[in-house]
């Protein structure tokens, strides 16, 4: 009886490590406890239309003013604007094949262009482009109040880093398909989806930028046991939630990364990206193939090109 004693209160002991491991790495401040998804979606809203008639939508990024931004990747050559009050314009021309876009802290939206062009871009708030990185296969991208630019190359199966005023640098790996990628409310902790497996991976990002403690931290739904989740665009709201589109629907999960539950997609099409913008962030938008839809929750996203806090 003497060593089942002991052995319970060692394994008790591991078992309390490893919680304290875990909020650690992503940055969580208060107890765990359950999130389901009546703490974010508010009865009787559903999704409602604000844009369509386009072939494949994407690039889901936000501005401080609440205005909602995202491009046609596959035959669009603009990157698109929706104020928070509803009305569409363009914000940049001259733009084909951009994927993952995000504002950084000097003001400039940073966007993944791929196909021929293999390259990280930048916009002014004129939509005048610059280069900042070549010869990358950029998938999508987030960037922090530190300027620095982390990206999903899924076709290497690999995250990479771009520190401010430096070249691309190799970060991560671990997925099979890093695709979506997000960041925890105090910017600690990195996330990436696998669309060819069935995690989220989570990084510590450290106080130079490198990533370190990889570890495949959040389990997906899946449409089908030993199928690919197709986990794919990532937003994380002001509570720690995370967002993850998937095969299954806009799947939330909690800053310890257990399930909240699935919203379903608004359409039988890809459900590609997603973001929180609108009048005071509180609306989730996402781009699910010709339109994109958006619906009021109870929550409400953050900005990383502020400093946290």
């Known amino acids: ?47 409602t239309v604000v844009a369509a008639g386009y072939a494949f939508t994407d690039g889901a990024a936000t501005d401080a003013y609440g205005s909602f931004y995202f491009a046609d990747v596959r035959e669009g050559d603009t990157i698109n604007k929706i104020s928070a009050a509803g009305k569409l314009s363009v914000f940049a021309k001259n733009a084909p094949r951009v994927s993952g876009m995000q504002f950084g802290p000097d003001g400039r939206m940073v966007a993944c262009q791929g196909g021929q062009h293999r390259r990280i871009v930048a916009f002014d708030q004129a939509g005048r482009m610059s280069v900042i990185a ?11 109040a530190k300027g ?28 099979l398909k890093p695709n979506g990628i997000s960041l925890s409310p105090d910017q600690e902790t990195l996330a990436v989806s696998d669309y060819g497996g069935e995690n989220v991976w989570v990084w510590r990002i450290a106080s130079d930028g490198t990533l370190e403690f990889s570890q495949p931290y959040i389990t997906m739904r899946l449409p089908a046991p030993g199928q690919a989740s197709k986990g794919d665009g990532m937003a994380t709201d002001a509570a720690g939630r995370y967002y993850a589109t998937s095969a299954v629907g806009l799947q939330m999960f909690d800053p310890t990364g257990r399930m909240g539950g699935v919203i379903l997609s608004p359409q039988a099409k890809p459900l590609v990206s997603v973001e929180f913008s609108g009048p005071d962030l509180s609306y989730l938008y996402v781009c699910c193939g010709d339109k994109i839809y958006r619906r009021k929750t109870k929550s409400h ?7 946290p806090g």
């Open 148 to 175: 620095g630019i982390y990206f999903t190359e899924t076709g290497k199966s690999q995250v990479t880093y771009i520190a401010p005023g430096k070249q691309p640098t190799k970060a991560g790996t671990g997925p």
């Open 1 to 47: 009886m003497m060593r089942l004693s002991v052995f319970a209160n060692r394994l008790n002991g591991l078992c309390s490590s490893l919680m304290a491991c875990a909020f650690a790495l992503t940055g969580a401040t208060t107890v765990a406890q359950d999130m389901p998804l009546s703490d974010v979606l508010i009865a009787g809203e559903e999704w």
């Open 134 to 144: 070549n010869d990358v296969q950029p998938n999508d991208l987030v960037v922090t």
């Open 301 to 307: 996203g953050v900005l990383y090109f502020r400093k």
